[in-house]
C-alpha cells in the first residue's frame, strides 16, 4: 500500500467524527487508518449493553421484580448515551447514511418520522408537543391540547414570561447573520433570554431545558446563535407540512446504524484498529509525523502523511 502512491492518513478516534473522516476520505481514493481505544465502534454515539437481573436469576426482593434486560436466548439488550434523534433540518449526516449499504437498503432508511415530543418532568407530569405539521385529526388534537397545556400554565411558566420569551425568539429570528455571528456567538443563552431574574420554570424549561436538550450544552455556556439557530429551525420543522422536527433510529445505534457503517468502511479499505491507545504523539519540525500506540500490551509507531484528531478537545490536552 505504502508504495502504491496514495496518501495515507492516520485518524485518532474511531467515534462519528473518526468514521465520518475515514468514509470521506476512502471514497476519495486515500489510504485510510483509524485508531479507536474501546473494543466496539461508534464512540460516544455507541450502544452499550444494558445487564441487569434477570426474571428467572436468584435475586430476590424488589431486584427479582424487575425485569430481564436480556432478549430470549441472546445478548443483552443495549443502552444508548441519551437520546439520539436526527431533526429534520439535519443534512450532512443523513447524506452519509444514505451512502451506507443496508440489508438492500441504506442506514438512511432506518430513520422514522416522530409524531411527537414528550417533555418530561420530576415533580409534574409529562406533557406531549407535536414534532410536526398536524396530519391527522389526532394531531391536530395534539397540538390544542399542548397550547391549552401552556396557557393553563401546565409548565409552571407564567403567561407575562412565556411573551417575554417569545418576544426574544422573534429578536433573533428577525436579526442578520452577520449580527448572530458577531454579537449572539459571544452572547450565552442564558443572558440573551435574561433568565437570572426570572421564575425558576422560566429558568428551567426557557433556560435548561432548551440548552440540554437540544445540543447537551450549559445555557449559561452556550452562544446564544447555537441554541437559536437549532432551536428556530426545529419550530420550523413543526409548522412546514411534510416535514417531521425529530427523526429517531428505528433499532439500537450500533446494529442498525454503526455496524453496518464500519463493515462499509472495512470492505472500502479502512483500516480500523480497536483496543488501540495512543499513547504518544511525534513531531518533526512542526509537523506530527507519526504516533505511538499500544494494543494487548505491545507498543508500535505509526506513520503517515496527515493526522486527524477525532478525539475531543479534553482527550487531545
Not at 427479582?64 to 445478548?75: D, F, H, I, K
Not at 426557557?206 to 447537551?216: E, H, P
Request: include cysteine.
Amino acid at each position: 500500500m505504502a508504495g502504491s502512491g496514495r496518501k495515507k492518513v492516520v485518524i485518532l478516534g474511531g467515534g462519528i467524527a473518526g468514521m465520518s473522516a475515514a468514509h470521506e476520505l476512502i471514497e476519495r481514493g486515500f489510504q485510510v487508518v483509524v485508531l479507536e481505544r474501546k473494543t466496539v465502534a461508534g464512540g460516544k454515539a455507541r450502544s452499550m449493553p444494558a445487564v441487569g437481573p434477570s426474571r428467572s436469576g436468584t435475586a430476590s426482593g424488589a431486584r427479582a421484580a424487575r425485569p430481564s434486560w436480556t432478549r430470549p436466548n441472546g445478548p443483552p439488550l443495549p443502552g444508548e448515551h441519551g437520546f439520539r434523534f436526527f431533526p429534520g433540518f439535519y443534512k450532512h449526516v443523513v447524506d452519509t447514511m444514505s451512502r451506507i449499504p443496508y440489508q438492500g437498503r441504506s442506514v438512511a432508511e432506518n430513520l422514522v418520522d416522530a409524531s411527537e415530543v414528550s417533555i418530561a418532568s420530576f415533580d409534574r407530569p409529562a406533557f406531549a408537543l407535536p414534532a410536526r405539521f398536524p396530519q391527522t385529526p389526532s394531531d391536530l388534537r395534539l397540538d390544542v391540547f399542548a397550547i391549552i397545556a401552556a396557557l393553563s400554565g401546565q409548565v409552571g411558566v407564567p403567561l407575562d414570561e412565556g411573551f417575554f420569551f417569545s418576544t426574544k425568539m422573534w429578536q433573533f429570528l428577525t436579526s442578520c447573520s452577520e449580527r448572530r455571528l458577531v454579537e449572539y456567538e459571544q452572547t450565552n443563552w442564558w443572558d440573551f433570554i435574561e433568565a437570572g431574574p426570572r421564575s425558576e420554570a422560566y429558568r428551567k424549561y426557557f433556560g435548561n431545558g432548551i440548552t440540554r436538550s437540544l445540543v447537551a450544552a450549559k445555557a449559561q455556556r452556550a452562544s446564544t446563535k447555537t441554541i437559536g439557530d437549532i432551536f428556530m429551525q426545529i419550530v420550523f420543522d413543526i409548522l412546514r407540512p411534510g416535514v417531521s422536527a425529530d427523526r429517531l433510529l428505528n433499532g439500537p445505534t450500533n446494529d442498525v446504524w454503526i455496524d453496518p457503517w464500519l463493515a462499509y468502511l472495512e470492505q472500502r479499505g479502512v483500516e480500523y484498529h480497536q483496543n488501540a491507545f495512543v499513547r504518544a504523539i511525534h513531531c518533526d519540525k512542526g509537523l506530527v509525523s507519526s504516533v505511538t500506540i499500544e494494543t494487548e500490551g505491545r507498543s508500535r509507531e505509526i506513520t503517515g502523511h496527515y493526522f486527524i484528531g477525532a478525539l475531543p478537545v479534553e482527550r487531545m490536552v
